[in-house]
């Protein structure tokens, strides 16, 4: 196999002392049809029994339900329709009784769930007796959003080409069930496999030129109970229907569209529905006539409606031809002002996708104002696992610490509790087509991922959109735990570099909020004004007295006034404003003193050369677990170490020099800055 099986390794344990209840798996469901998300949940589990525990079941399949409590010992996955506990869809418990472990939900996706839960639980050296659990996921939505273009390169993809796409053509082969299978595993439940810039063939996805091989790979990923969404042009009715326009409340267009997704759905009945990226970067959009997103977004959804499919909707909308002379105008401010005024006016299977800052995944944003301000409108949250702004998967940044964050920011939206957690699972608005998108890391390297340390960011997207819950440092203990052989030293080492990794990169990168000071187009790389007497919006003011935007309401663009007190109050002061951020909501002197006493100017140097030693510190981490983790993998992610290095001492020295030129003011400490 040219690709590796990350933490579906199922490597074996030993001595583990409930191996004897786990012999025989008993399959009770109430119809004579074996579905395939059952075959795949059973052929999963003994897969991973024989591998972790040397065990060779036997599978028994019963249709009648009182059959299954003869069962004297082994696991029984019981599907169980008529009595509803509360599983909700795709839910499911598991319990020791006597001598079995029973695995129960109301579907076969919970089913499915439910088995690889216990198969991650074994993996963990977990102990089966007694358990007792039930488990829903806390969010409806969890979703991949791949930037795979149809010439099998990827937007932002920094592990290696498609395993989607080739040459205009789709590819489906094993890896296409073993990415089914490790995005199911973590509960993942849908994926977007085509780039939201919608170009080339990729117009033609939701035609007939391609819709039978997608049918086959809908099916794959239906057996792990994931469904298959497409990216769509908006202006498709002009480049493949042959209209003139794609006014969305044109006659012809709406016909054009409904015939579209009926033809979709003949083919592929278990179809998701569209993303679109609309009135951005150039992509055309329902501005063109005078329309509002809420007009767009909804012609589409009551094509896809009858179907049950979703339509969502990307609110990544701001200039993108600004004068960088113009102080007032504000990119953080666009999305708020593009769709606020549309809330309450979308239909219920629109779903607004918001990207987690205002600005664009960079190593620190504050929350996007939009998650406090919508309370009639279905939302996405939309994070970032490919790593563009943080290090390309080149740099290790562990970035599950940064989602946590955000998604529990207090909104402030509803008295009683509206975290950013609350809002986009939909609890704090009764609402049920809301959840948590990535944009996703992998491509066809062997790994998936580029940098092995950077499969972690995947995992753990899919249990934290399971489980906002869940704590960062426990999401990478079990990621480790399933990845590395079991060795308590190596678990440690990973985990230490894993919850260092973001906190790190901050330092060596843009300081207290900023963001960008990176070389455009690529995003690799420092270079301070590289962005900064640019069209796109994104500035950081430096010049030789301070640096830092001044968002405030007072004397600013008055972006702080799209949050909801006490955030607004909070970020309006520079004293209450949280530090990491700000650079973001204030310009600030150089000479001007953090809490900690020292000069914003000295907090830079600090932090950079700081950020170089902790990345020696990590490196030899790592270099002390040579021997204890399998060569290749060492050696791969121990390569990617020295480009960390030289990044971060570059990055030192560029930041360094810049600030310390624009400034006149020396280091404390007398370090070198050139
Ligand atoms: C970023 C990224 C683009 C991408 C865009 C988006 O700006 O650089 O490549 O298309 O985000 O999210 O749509």
Request: aromatic fraction near 12%; proline fraction near 3%; hydrophobic fraction near 35%.
């Amino acid at each position: 196999m040219n690709y590796s099986q990350c933490w579906l390794n199922y490597n074996p344990i030993d001595n583990y002392e409930d191996r004897d209840m786990l012999s025989d798996i008993g399959i009770c469901i109430a119809t004579n049809q074996i579905s395939t998300i059952i075959e795949n949940a059973v052929s999963e589990l003994s897969y991973a029994l024989k591998r972790m525990l040397n065990i060779n079941c036997n599978k028994e399949y019963m249709t009648e339900d009182d059959q299954y409590e003869e069962l004297k010992s082994g696991i029984i996955l019981r599907l169980n329709t008529k009595d509803k506990s509360g599983y909700n869809n795709e839910g499911y418990s598991i319990k020791h009784i006597d001598k079995t472990v029973r695995i129960e939900a109301e579907t076969e996706s919970g089913i499915l769930y439910g088995c690889f839960d216990l198969i991650r639980r074994i993996a963990q050296g977990e102990l089966i007796r007694g358990i007792d659990i039930m488990e829903k996921p806390k969010n409806n939505i969890r979703i991949l959003n791949h930037w795979d273009n149809m010439d099998g390169s990827i937007e932002r993809g920094y592990s290696g080409k498609s395993f989607f796409f080739k040459n205009d053509e789709l590819i489906i082969n094993e890896r296409t069930r073993d990415y089914a299978r490790l995005i199911s595993s973590v509960g993942i439940n849908a994926t977007v496999i085509n780039n939201v810039n919608v170009h080339g063939a990729a117009s033609d996805l939701i035609t007939d030129r391609y819709l039978d091989k997608l049918r086959i790979m809908a099916d794959i990923f239906a057996g792990y109970n994931i469904r298959l969404f497409l990216s769509a042009n908006f202006a498709a009715p002009i480049e493949i229907g042959g209209l003139t326009v794609s006014d969305p409340l044109d006659k012809d267009v709406i016909d054009w569209w409904k015939k579209c997704v009926k033809n979709i759905y003949d083919k592929i009945p278990n179809f998701g529905g569209f993303l679109i990226k609309a009135d951005s970067e150039g992509r055309p959009g329902p501005f063109t006539y005078g329309r509002t997103h809420a007009d767009g977004a909804n012609m589409l959804a009551r094509a896809l409606k009858p179907y049950g499919g979703l339509l969502i909707w990307r609110c990544f909308v701001y200039n993108c031809q600004q004068d960088w002379r113009d102080y007032k105008t504000d990119r953080a401010r666009a999305a708020y002002d593009n769709f606020i005024g549309l809330d309450g006016k979308f239909d219920d299977n629109v779903i607004l996708q918001i990207k987690n800052g205002p600005m664009d995944f960079q190593v620190r944003e504050p929350v996007s104002t939009l998650f406090g301000g919508l309370k009639k409108t279905n939302m996405i949250l939309e994070v970032q696992a490919a790593q563009e702004y943080t290090g390309q998967q080149r740099d290790v940044c562990y970035l599950i610490p940064m989602w946590k964050e955000i998604l529990e920011f207090e909104t402030y939206s509803k008295h009683g509790g509206s975290r950013v957690a609350d809002i986009v699972s939909g609890r704090t608005y009764n609402q049920i087509n809301c959840g948590l998108a990535a944009v996703s890391n992998t491509g066809n390297d062997y790994n998936w991922t580029g940098h092995d340390l950077v499969a972690s960011n995947l995992y753990g997207f899919g249990r934290l959109s399971w489980d906002t819950e869940l704590s960062s440092e426990e999401i990478a203990r079990e990621w480790a735990v399933q990845t590395f052989p079991h060795n308590g030293k190596v678990i440690k080492a990973v985990l230490d570099i894993l919850m260092k990794s973001w906190p790190v990169y901050e330092k060596y990168t843009s300081p207290l909020g900023i963001g960008w000071m990176i070389n455009p187009h690529n995003h690799y790389g420092p270079n301070v004004d590289g962005y900064e007497y640019d069209r796109w919006g994104t500035y950081h003011r430096a010049d030789r007295y301070g640096l830092g935007v001044d968002r405030t309401v007072k004397s600013g663009t008055g972006y702080i006034g799209q949050y909801n007190e006490p955030n607004a109050s909070m970020y309006e002061n520079k004293e209450s404003c949280p530090e990491e951020l700000l650079l973001f909501f204030h310009y600030i002197r150089y000479d001007y003193r953090l809490k900690n006493g020292k000069t914003l100017i000295q907090h830079i140097y600090d932090t950079h050369f700081e950020g170089v030693e902790d990345v020696e510190e990590m490196i030899k981490s790592w270099e002390s677990l040579q021997g204890l983790i399998p060569d290749d993998i060492y050696e791969r992610v121990r390569k990617r170490f020295d480009i960390q290095y030289r990044n971060a001492n570059e990055w030192r020295d560029v930041v360094n020099t810049y600030f310390y030129r624009k400034s006149g003011i020396n280091d404390e400490k007398g370090r070198k800055i050139y």
